[in-house]
């Protein structure tokens, strides 16, 4: 039984898979002094709230916060008695390597959405991400990553507003009403909102034309469905790209 673990900027997922599904996905909040010990605890309480009984026989792990990945390996080791993969260390193999400038190190997270999304795809696609970050990740024909966009986040976009101008208020990302608010809240979220549909219509349609051709777009991340509610944005949303990504990258490891 496979444990995949995602570790972001702001929240670190587990997803236990069987081989045909995820059996339960568990979510915490990022914490690089997290230990093994408290991992495990955290861990074996909400699983054994699910009622589930398997045994862990392999771990990977993508993280974008390297101070959690030492923890995170011991918490493998310590209570699994395995060597968990690590997504970007060289003993980690991917189905397809990226092609970008040399000595450039791109994010676990994006070659994870990269062969998430080829294989249930195909080539030739941009891939959205709302995550602490807004990412655009740009996959080949053939499922290389070849390069993309990184913008500041929604919810880091908002929290910038509040820290940085005293009279701003904190502020939840919501569907406003209308384009022109009439109080503080209604325009903060309205530029916020209209604002991130206009960053990703624009920078889709110009990575398109520059590599012209037409390209699907594959929304992910808990606030691509809000977006889409609006407009057309994605040709499909995955809500567990990443995870399924690195089921794709574990396969591949264990076949080789």
């Known amino acids: 039984m496979l444990l995949a673990i995602d570790c972001g900027n702001t929240n670190t997922v587990f997803a236990i898979w069987d081989g045909g599904k995820f059996l339960c996905t568990l979510r915490t909040s990022t ?7 408290a991992y495990f605890t955290w861990y074996s309480t909400l699983v054994k709230h699910y009622g589930i009984d398997v045994e862990i026989t392999d771990v990977i792990i993508s993280s974008t916060v390297p ?3 030492f923890n995170l ?5 310590r209570f699994f008695g ?3 993969l690590v997504v970007g ?9 990226p092609r970008v400038d040399e000595g450039t190190i791109v994010g676990p997270d994006r070659l994870v959405n990269s062969a998430g999304a080829f294989s249930r795809h195909g080539g030739d696609l ?10 655009f990740d740009v996959v080949s024909k053939d499922g290389n990553y070849i390069g993309g966009v990184i913008a500041p986040g929604v919810n880091l976009s908002l929290e910038a507003l509040h820290m940085a101008a005293a009279a701003l208020p904190h502020v939840d990302i919501t569907k406003p009403q209308k384009v022109v608010g009439t109080n503080t809240v209604d325009c903060m979220q309205s530029g916020v909102f209209w604002g991130y549909i206009g960053l990703v219509k624009e920078c889709c349609a110009r990575i ?4 012209d051709r037409d390209m699907k777009v594959i929304g992910t991340g808990g606030l691509a469905p809000l977006f889409a509610e609006t407009e057309d944005l994605f040709d499909v949303i995955e809500d567990d ?16």
Do not use: S
């Not at 390996?73 to 080791?77: S, T």
């Open 31 to 37: 914490h690089h002094a997290r230990t093994a010990d």
């Open 73 to 77: 390996r011991v918490f493998a080791d």
């Open 82 to 84: 395995c060597r968990p």
């Open 241 to 256: 790209l990443t995870m399924h990504g690195l089921t794709v990258i574990h396969d591949y490891n264990k076949e080789g």
């Open 89 to 97: 260390k060289p003993e980690c193999r991917l189905p397809a390597e």
């Open 208 to 211: 398109k034309a520059e590599r």
């Open 126 to 135: 941009i891939v959205v991400d709302f995550g602490t970050a807004t990412t």
């Open 67 to 69: 101070r959690v990945v």
